[in-house]
């Protein structure tokens, strides 16, 4: 471990033990609208149907308040619901960030996606487009995403951004019904020039009231894959060669995966670091320090310094130490302290 690595732990467990703002953000969520147009079965996003969005002008401030106190070395990732359903304002956001920031990501479900658009998002700035595509069978990856065009528009998507400068990353969650099928899909992606896989493990649904009950962890059953389908694929993946393959998931994170499939509870043995390195920012400049936890400000009318110092953020962060959701696996939550390296 470098001299560099190794003062950004210590600042992380200082950080974490007092529960202080001590280190910056590293992974910063800016959900721009809750509307989608895909009716996904691990998604409750899709539900909701009131609530408020800022405009491009009332986000703006915002950003400029992000600039001043964050690093540009914060990751940036443009969420929702379907993004670019507010494609104006999603282009305007990213011109700024832009600005500042070294990496800007977009996620989207593909469906709005064509040459014109790649080229506005390129002209942008945008540095990454994350897609999900869960199978190469069009019915279950349709059947998971609830949209009957949604295999073809991700298709779709994927080969326009074969010749492009935006880089193209592929999440692929795990579930019952296209596990057997991952080492055909994954085989294809390894051959695309611009495409980088991550793999994603099944949690609750996304902004259900129940993944909001946080005494409790409501996993989708009909999703989760068996021991057996388990066994199977991370044998596989285990025993692919790594040169040349693109999954992006760290070696450490994909066995940990494994044994939370097998054994969701055995996650709880890595703490979570969300109240250090997290923000995520709602539709309507709500901010929260999980996506799964109550908000501790309003942006559009406090500055995020203030926020982070506030006793409602220290109260937060001293809370989600003792918070047994399993979602620290999720790949923007997962990080290792000096106690997690060390774990087996």
Request: hydrophobic residues 35%; proline residues 3%; charged residues 25%.
């Amino acid at each position: 471990m470098t001299q560099k690595r190794l003062a950004k732990k210590i600042a992380m467990e200082v950080a974490y033990l007092s529960s202080r703002p001590i280190v910056a953000p590293e992974f910063l969520s800016l959900i721009t609208t809750f509307h989608c147009n895909f009716r996904c079965q691990s998604c409750s996003i899709w539900q909701k149907n009131d609530f408020d969005e800022l405009s491009l002008e009332q986000w703006l401030p915002i950003l400029e308040d992000f600039k001043a106190d964050l690093a540009p070395t914060t990751f940036v990732e443009i969420n929702g619901g379907e993004p670019l359903i507010r494609k104006t304002l999603v282009l305007g956001l990213i011109k700024s960030l832009k600005s500042y920031f070294k990496t800007i990501a977009l996620n989207t479900n593909g469906s709005l996606i064509n040459q014109e658009t790649i080229n506005q998002l390129e002209d942008a700035g945008l540095d990454i487009l994350k897609l999900s595509f869960y199978s190469l069978d069009k019915n279950i990856h349709n059947q998971l995403r609830g949209d009957d065009s949604a295999f073809d528009q991700a298709k779709k998507t994927i080969d326009l951004m074969q010749e492009k400068k935006i880089r193209l990353e592929i999440g692929i969650l795990i579930t019952k019904q296209n596990i057997d099928g991952l080492p055909d899909l994954i085989n294809y992606l390894n051959q695309l020039p611009n495409a980088t896989i991550i793999l994603q493990p099944l949690d609750e649904k996304i902004e259900s009231d129940e993944s909001k009950n946080i005494k409790a962890n409501n996993l989708i059953s009909d999703l989760w894959p068996s021991n057996n389908q388990t066994q199977i694929f991370f044998d596989w993946l285990a025993g692919q060669d790594k040169t040349g393959r693109q999954i992006k998931n760290s070696a450490n994170n994909l066995s940990l995966m494994r044994r939370y499939y097998l054994e969701p509870s055995s996650i709880l043995a890595y703490r979570c670091f969300s109240g250090q390195r997290n923000l995520t920012v709602y539709p309507n400049g709500e901010l929260a320090l999980c996506f799964k936890r109550q908000t501790i400000g309003n942006l559009n009318n406090q500055k995020i310094k203030n926020i982070l110092s506030s006793k409602s953020a220290l109260d937060e962060r001293q809370k989600i130490k003792s918070c047994q959701k399993y979602c620290r696996i999720i790949g923007c939550n997962f990080s290792r302290g000096f106690k997690e390296i060390f774990l087996k």
